[in-house]
C-alpha cells in the first residue's frame, strides 16, 4: 500500500466490490429491464423511467451497504479525524472542477458547437418530469453508490500498485459507465468526446478521496455537483 493512504477495505470487501462494480454497471440494468417489461405490466404496476433509476441505484445502495459496512464505517472515521483535510479537499476541487469543465465547455462550444450528452439530456427530462424521484437519485443514491465504486472500489484497490494507473482506469471506467448504452447504440466522435468530460471529475473525486484519506468526502462533493446541476435543471 502507498504510503501515507489508509484503505480500510479487507481483501474479501474487495472482491464484493469488483465485482458489483460489473453488476451494477452492466448487469442490473438488463436484470431490471426484464422485471419492468414483463414481469411488473402483468402485475398491473406501470413502469416509469424515473421509478426505473431510482430502483436501480436503491438496489445498488443497500448491497453496499450491507456488504461493504465495515469500510464504509471505518472511512467515516478517517474522514472525522481528518476533518479539515476533508472539508478543504471538497471547497478545492469544488472549484477546481468547475474551472476545468468551464474550460472544456468553452472549447467544446467552439469546435463542436452542436454536440449533446445524451446521458445529461436524458437525466435532465427525467428532473423535469418527476422532480422528487430524480434528485433522490441524483443528490442522494447515485453520488455514494458511484463513489464507492468508482473511488472506493476501483481507484482504491489499484491504488496500492500504482497511483497513476489508478487514477487513469477510475476516471476511465467512470466515464464509460455514463455513456457505454449510447456509445454501443450508435458511435460518434462527438459522443465519445462527451463521454471523455465525466474524466475531469473522475478525476477530482478521486484525488478528494486520496487528500481527504476518506470516501466520505468524495461522496459528498458529488452530492453538491449534482445538486447544482438538478437546480439549475429545475430554475431554481
Known amino acids: 500500500m502507498k504510503k501515507g493512504f489508509p484503505f480500510p477495505m479487507s481483501k474479501s470487501e ?17 436484470i ?28 445498488s445502495f443497500v448491497f453496499l451497504l450491507i456488504f ?5 464505517r471505518a472511512s467515516f472515521r478517517n474522514f472525522t479525524s481528518n476533518l479539515i483535510d ?10 477546481v472542477y468547475n474551472l476545468v469543465m468551464f474550460l472544456i465547455s468553452l472549447m467544446i462550444s467552439k469546435l463542436l458547437p452542436d454536440a449533446s450528452n445524451p446521458n445529461q439530456d436524458s437525466i435532465n427530462e427525467l428532473i423535469k418530469l418527476n422532480k422528487n424521484a430524480m434528485i433522490a437519485v441524483s443528490v442522494l443514491l447515485a453520488p455514494f453508490v458511484e463513489e464507492v465504486l468508482f473511488r472506493g472500489v476501483v481507484f482504491g484497490t489499484i491504488r496500492k500498485k500504482s497511483v497513476l494507473l489508478a487514477y487513469v482506469v477510475s476516471a476511465l471506467m467512470f466515464a464509460i459507465y455514463h455513456e457505454w448504452q449510447f456509445l454501443l447504440a450508435g458511435f460518434s466522435w462527438k459522443l465519445l ?44
Do not use: D, Q
Open 68 to 72: 461493504l459496512f465495515r469500510y464504509l
Open 86 to 95: 476533508g472539508l478543504s479537499s471538497i471547497a478545492i476541487y469544488y472549484f
Open 14 to 30: 474487495s472482491v464484493i466490490g469488483w465485482v458489483w462494480v460489473f453488476v451494477h454497471s452492466f448487469a442490473l440494468v438488463y
Open 193 to 236: 468526446i462527451t463521454t471523455l468530460t465525466y474524466i475531469p471529475a473522475g478525476l477530482c473525486l478521486a484525488r478528494v478521496y486520496e487528500r481527504s484519506k476518506s470516501i466520505w468526502p468524495a461522496i459528498f462533493l458529488h452530492m453538491i455537483l449534482n445538486f447544482v446541476s438538478v437546480t439549475v435543471t429545475i430554475g431554481l
Open 32 to 59: 431490471l429491464s426484464a422485471l419492468y417489461n414483463y414481469v411488473l405490466p402483468s402485475m398491473g404496476i406501470k413502469y416509469t423511467e424515473a421509478g426505473f433509476n431510482v430502483v436501480y441505484y436503491a438496489v
